[in-house]
Each structure stands twice: as structure tokens, then as C-alpha cells.
């Protein structure tokens, strides 16, 4: 009664649509989830995703859970989870995701869960790595543990947003280093980020991890354009 009696004079709104959320309903509303472009990428191991960077990186799984569209409800609830400081949205879309995975019986492909770090100043800033959240998420429901410091940004890049392919490949040049490589040596590995574009920052981070001896690189993210 508590609960209802304060929604009346403080309603919560989804976070994709800026809709009033039913009870029951928590960040993101029924309507949206269902209504978000989502990929399936889980149950189809040859998807789109996987064609386009396996030619690039040997990987074992690379998966969506969302496909981007400008100016859509996925980049509405992409900006409040990067900007708007809503990091219990990416730990949400991690157990989300976590969920379909463990259906597919993909729980048990994968012994560690490495998000796509950011550099120091700029989490400072931020709070969280939203990257992070995801794996957190993903990791309680894979019953996998996530490890936010194997990898690290040692160099601070600028954004990537308004950057060409050529731009975007130059830009990621020596900017990640592992510093605990007993923690992946011989392991199967998740990597994940939030948002997939061309690929440069995720396969740059893969090829150092194969490099330094891990059993083979997964992909996950919550949307790819």
C-alpha cells in the first residue's frame, strides 16, 4: 500500500520510452523489452555478428542481445546506462542476457567474463564501467565469475563515435595491457562491451588475449550497430 500510495505522487518512467512503468515493472517496461529490436544471436552460432569479425579474430561466440537503431529506444537506454548514471540498467540487461544464455546451454562455454576496460580518469568520472555492469549482470546468471582487472586501459582514447573505420583502428593502437595473466591462461573467455560498432575496440582486446594464452574469445554485447 506504502509502495502504491508514492508511485501515485512520484510515478517511475521507463527508461527506453519515458513511459510510466506498471507495478511489477522495473526500469524498463514489458512493452519494451518485447518491442527492441532483439537479435537471437544466442541460438544461431553463424549470425551476422560472427560473420562479420571472425574473419578478423578466431572466436568461439559472438552475440548481441539488442540490434542499434539511431534514435531508438536501445540508444535511449544505452545513454542513460553510459550518461545518465543508471549503471543498475546494465547489471538488468546482464541477467536479461544471462537468462537466454543459459537456454541456449551456453552457460557452461565459458570460464571467465572479462568486460572491455575504461580508462581510469574517465570511470572516475562516470563512477562505473558500464561494460562492467553487464558482466556483472551476465555473471550472476551464468554462475561465471567476472573479473574487472585483467584488463586495463592504459591509454586514454577519444571517442570513437564520429571516427572512420580507419580512425576508429588508429585510434585503439597500444591502449590495452593485461596485468594478471595467470587468471586466463588456458581459460575460455567472455569478453563483453556494451555497444559493437566496427569491431576495432573488441578485437584489439581479443587478439592481446589470445596472445597471452587464454583457450579462446567469446563476444557479447548489449547492442551491435
Given amino acids: 500500500m506504502l509502495d502504491d500510495f508514492v508511485s501515485l505522487f512520484f510515478p517511475r518512467y521507463c527508461l527506453a ?37 571472425s574473419f578478423r579474430i578466431p ?24 550518461y545518465k ?22 552457460a557452461s562455454a565459458f570460464d571467465i567474463i572479462l568486460p572491455v576496460p575504461l580508462h581510469p580518469s574517465r570511470k572516475r568520472k562516470r563512477g562505473y564501467n558500464q561494460s ?11 554462475g561465471i565469475s567476472f573479473s574487472d582487472n585483467v584488463l586495463v ?28 595473466q595467470q587468471q586466463i591462461v588456458g581459460k575460455r573467455i567472455l569478453l563483453v562491451d556494451d555497444v559493437i560498432t566496427t569491431g576495432a575496440t573488441i578485437e584489439t582486446c581479443g587478439h592481446l588475449l589470445l596472445g597471452a594464452g587464454c583457450a579462446s574469445v567469446s563476444l557479447a554485447c548489449i547492442a551491435e550497430t
Wanted: with cysteine.
Fill in 17 to 53: 520510452c519515458s513511459g510510466p512503468l506498471a507495478k511489477g515493472e522495473d526500469l524498463v517496461c514489458t512493452n519494451c523489452i518485447v518491442e527492441m529490436p532483439q537479435t537471437d544471436d544466442h541460438v544461431v552460432a553463424d549470425n551476422a555478428l560472427f560473420s562479420r569479425l
Fill in 153 to 180: 586501459r592504459q591509454r586514454k582514447t577519444e571517442t570513437q563515435t564520429r571516427k572512420s573505420k580507419l580512425n576508429r583502428w588508429e585510434n585503439m593502437a597500444d591502449v590495452f595491457r593485461i596485468v594478471d
Fill in 132 to 142: 562492467a555492469k553487464f558482466a556483472e549482470g551476465l555473471s550472476e546468471k551464468l
Fill in 59 to 82: 572466436i568461439a561466440h559472438a552475440m548481441a542481445l539488442f540490434k542499434f537503431n539511431k534514435s531508438g529506444r536501445v540508444q535511449q537506454l544505452l545513454h542513460q546506462l553510459k
Fill in 85 to 106: 548514471n543508471h549503471p543498475e540498467i546494465g547489471v538488468m540487461l546482464g541477467r536479461v542476457y544471462g537468462e537466454k544464455l543459459v537456454q541456449a546451454n551456453l
